[in-house]
Each structure stands twice: as structure tokens, then as C-alpha cells.
């Protein structure tokens, strides 16, 4: 009887949050996926993972925290899974196009190409990280960038993790993971200079 | 002396990419020397290293910051499934 009691307390209070925070969460959680259906499933699983384990909860946290944090962990694992599905059929196809990828930034002797060159940023002391303007630049150029380099982008962001433990996460050696960061990077500069710093 | 100079000398493919390394992982001495070297007579890469760093604190804030982004919706009907879901 008494655990009848509790279980149906704890899905007032879990229905409550749904009620208050799914919004919230699901912005979090689009925001950091760009993928509405993924964004909707991991809310699905966070308020399911809240409600069994509501009583670790015990109100150490704000109840937005604590899901939060869950949500966090869901995020981080869409992202492993999607990295390495997505970096088993493409490390092939990213060995063919490696030469074409740096064709582009690079000439035959990997110096810059003239029209590639990165520009002066004349207002970049001007950038405000919370500027919403720039934030959106920002994120549509972080969509353009393909589905491995744009989760490990996100895996590195989201935790500040170590570079040898996303490595070692993921089951990639360090030059490969530096590489892929350093083809994220190469896009998204030049995204940037062409979308806000030279508007 | 030219041979000696290729040693030393990255190309700017090379030099951009331990950019990269040095922002997540530590460099070796060797790498630490050629890129300075480098960079100190690439332009190019000396403004890339800059926007680099300028780029790597705009992805931190960016992605922890709950602010700077659009709300977004969640529907009704999604919001009754979920609670729907959770006694099962």
C-alpha cells in the first residue's frame, strides 16, 4: 500500500516537470542535435530515466537541474552512436575525398590558396558571445558541417572533455581526432568570415 | 641550406592542423618549434591561429550557454505521451 503511495506520488511530481520543463528540454535538446524526432526522443527518455530514478533525486538539485544533467548524458551518448555509425561508412569515403577536401582550402604544395587565405576580421574584438545574431550564424554554420565532424564538435563542447578520453570514448586515435577537428574548424572559419564577418 | 630550410618548414596545411592539436592535445617540442617558426613568417596562418582561439570560445560559449538560442516547442499531444509513457 504504501509503495502504491509513493508511486503515485512520484508520477505527480514527474507529471508536473513534464508539464514545466519539456519545453525547455526540448529546446536544449534541438538545439544541440539539430534533429526535432532525436531532440523528441531523448526529452521521452530523460523523463523516463527521472522517474526511475526519482529516488536518487532526493532533491540535492533543482529538479531543472538534475534533469538537465540526465538530458546532458543522453545527448552525449546520441552523439558516440551517431559519430561512429556515421565515421564507419564514411572513413572510406573520407580517404577518397581527403585530397579533395584540402584541394579546396590548399595547392599542390598545402600552402593556402590565394582566394582562401583567411581574411582580417576587422570587427572580431566586437564579437559578443552573447549576441543572438551571431549565435545563429554560428549554429547554421555548425549545421553545414558534416555528421562526424558536427558530433565531435558536440561531444567536445558539451563536456569540455579531454581530447584523449573522447579519443579513447569513441575508439579513434588522437591524429585522427585532430584532424577531424581540424576539418570542422577549416569550414566553419570560413563560414564565419563569409556570413558575418564580412556582412 | 635549402634542404635545411625544408625541415624546418611547414606547409600551411600542417601548420594549421597542430593549430588544432595545440588547442586540444599538447605539442612536442619539435612541433612547438616549426609551427612558431612557421607562423611567424605565414601571415595566413598567424591570422587563422588567431580566429582559431577567437572560434574555440565562441563553440564554448555557444554550446553552454542556454541562452542564445531559440525556444523551442514541444507539442501537447507529445507532452500526454510522454506522461502516458512513464507508468509503463
Not at chain 1, 573522447?166 to 584532424?179: A, D, P, R, T, V
Not at chain 2, 525556444?71 to 500526454?80: A, L, M, R
Request: some cysteine; charged content about 30%.
Amino acid at each position: 500500500m504504501n509503495n502504491l503511495k509513493q508511486e503515485s506520488k512520484r508520477s505527480e511530481i514527474v507529471t508536473i516537470w513534464v508539464k514545466q520543463f519539456s519545453d525547455e528540454l526540448f529546446s536544449w535538446a534541438f538545439h544541440k542535435t539539430s534533429d526535432r524526432a532525436a531532440a523528441e526522443d531523448l526529452v521521452q527518455e530523460t523523463f523516463i530515466a527521472s522517474f526511475q530514478a526519482f529516488d536518487n533525486f532526493l532533491n540535492k538539485s533543482s529538479p531543472k537541474t538534475w534533469l538537465l544533467s540526465i538530458l546532458n548524458n543522453k545527448i552525449n551518448d546520441f552523439h558516440r552512436k551517431r559519430f561512429r555509425s556515421t565515421y564507419k561508412t564514411e572513413s572510406h569515403l573520407l580517404k577518397e575525398n581527403d585530397n579533395n577536401f584540402y584541394d579546396y582550402f590548399f595547392d599542390d604544395n598545402y600552402k593556402w590558396k590565394d582566394e582562401r587565405k583567411p581574411g582580417e576580421w576587422n570587427n572580431s574584438d566586437e564579437i559578443l558571445l552573447d549576441d543572438t545574431e551571431f549565435n545563429a550564424v554560428l549554429h547554421n554554420c555548425i549545421d553545414k558541417l558534416p555528421p562526424n565532424c558536427f558530433s565531435i564538435i558536440q561531444l567536445k563542447y558539451i563536456n569540455e572533455q579531454e581530447g584523449k578520453d573522447i579519443c579513447k570514448e569513441l575508439g579513434i586515435s588522437q591524429s585522427n581526432y585532430w584532424q577531424i577537428l581540424h576539418r570542422a574548424k577549416l569550414q566553419l572559419r570560413e563560414c564565419l568570415e563569409n556570413n558575418w564577418f564580412k556582412k | 641550406m635549402k634542404k635545411l630550410m625544408n625541415i624546418f618548414m611547414l606547409s600551411c596545411k600542417k601548420a594549421t592542423e597542430l593549430i588544432e592539436k595545440e588547442l586540444s592535445i599538447k605539442l612536442t617540442k619539435t612541433e612547438k618549434f616549426k609551427l612558431h617558426f612557421h607562423v611567424s613568417m605565414c601571415n595566413a596562418c598567424r591570422t587563422y591561429k588567431k580566429q582559431s582561439k577567437i572560434i574555440d570560445e565562441a563553440l564554448q560559449y555557444h554550446f553552454n550557454e542556454h541562452h542564445t538560442h531559440q525556444s523551442e516547442y514541444i507539442s501537447e499531444d507529445f507532452k500526454n505521451i510522454i506522461i502516458k509513457n512513464l507508468k509503463k
